[in-house]
T-cell receptor, first 112, second 113 residues
Framework: RKEVEQDPGPFNVPEGATVAFNCTYS??????FFWYRQDCRKEPKLLMS???SGNEDGRFTAQLNRASQYISLLIRDSKLSDSATYLC?????????????FGKGTKLSVKP | DAGVIQSPRHEVTEMGQEVTLRCKPI?????LFWYRQTMMRGLELLIY????????DSGMPEDRFSAKMPNASFSTLKIQPSEPRDSAVYFC???????????FGSGTRLTVV
């Protein structure tokens, strides 16, 4: 089983739509959780951290379910500029360190 | 802040040649990571350093790959001899505190023909 699994997509949605991505992770000792965004032929960039209580950043909402080892990202009122690949990421290792394990990403394409 | 700087941006080389990829982390970041990205396997951790010391190199594919960090501001990833299956994008990333995520460089797109 892969450490971090995501639906590869692509998700093709119209502007203004709400879209949700899901992710599962296998290591129950995972400590931190993130969503990264990667544009075509660019480097991954941190979109947001994911906290146990859930958190929101503008149109983006992230949720974590530790019991089910499940992470989600909801994008509301999607824009053309949201088109990218979204990578689910977990940190393994003790304390505040360790390293990040990346899912293979879910591709989103927002159409006019 | 100049961010994480990688060079070269693109490298095309012939099978059997030596390839050296370079990375300058963000100043003050104690952690440096080398990742490889392919369509088939996604982003894979190759090796990471803390305070210039290699901590985990279990992701290095084989003896043809080596990485060094001679000082806090410079790291290299070397492939010798290179093979076509090494073709990928190689990313360097650095972090002060891993629990807060890390910052990637722009990557080196390597093509071995």
């Amino acid at each position: 089983r892969k450490e971090v699994e995501q639906d590869p997509g692509p998700f093709n949605v119209p502007e203004g739509a709400t879209v949700a991505f899901n992710c599962t992770y296998s290591n129950s000792a995972s400590q931190s959780f993130f969503w990264y965004r990667q544009d075509c032929r660019k480097e991954p960039k941190l979109l947001m951290s994911v906290y146990s209580s859930g958190n929101e950043d503008g149109r983006f909402t992230a949720q974590l379910n530790r019991a089910s080892q499940y992470i989600s990202l909801l994008i509301r009122d999607s824009k053309l500029s949201d088109s990218a690949t979204y990578l689910c990421v977990v940190r393994v290792g003790g304390g505040s360190q360790g390293n990040l394990i990346f899912g293979k990403g879910t591709k989103l394409s927002v159409k006019p | 802040d100049a961010g994480v700087i990688q060079s070269p941006r693109h490298e095309v080389t012939e099978m059997g040649q030596e390839v050296t990829l370079r990375c300058k982390p963000i100043s003050g970041h104690d952690y440096l990571f080398w990742y490889r990205q392919t369509m088939m396997r996604g982003l894979e951790l190759l090796i990471y350093f803390n305070n210039n010391v290699p901590i985990d190199d279990s992701g290095m594919p084989e003896d043809r790959f080596s990485a060094k960090m001679p000082n806090a501001s410079f790291s290299t990833l070397k492939i010798q001899p290179s093979e076509p299956r090494d073709s990928a994008v190689y990313f360097c990333a650095s972090s002060l505190v891993v629990k807060d995520g890390y910052t990637f460089g722009s990557g080196t797109r390597l093509t071995v023909v």
